[in-house]
């Protein structure tokens, strides 16, 4: 699955989100200056393993993700 960067993009609505990851957003990881958002049903939906969120986190992530950092995360 190759990344999309969606640039310049203040905080994400909470629509905004679920319309960038296709369905009910969750916070999956947090670190740092780091929050990662994904499908909170991914695994029940099978949906496909995203290599590039799971090597960046460390923790299995499926599905479309999104990646906020300073004034764009989530507080």
Do not use: Y
Not at 16 to 24: C, T
Not at 31 to 39: E, I, P, R, Y
Request: hydrophobic share 45%; with cysteine.
């Amino acid at each position: 699955m190759k990344p999309t960067i969606h640039k310049p993009m203040l905080r994400p609505t909470l629509a905004q989100a679920e319309a960038l990851i296709g369905g009910s957003v969750t916070l999956v990881f947090e670190q740092g200056d780091m929050q990662v958002l994904a499908d909170e049903e991914g695994l029940m939906k099978s949906l496909k393993l995203n290599n590039e969120a799971t090597e960046l986190c460390g923790v299995p992530i499926t599905g479309n993700a999104i990646i906020l950092t300073g004034d764009a995360k989530w507080i």
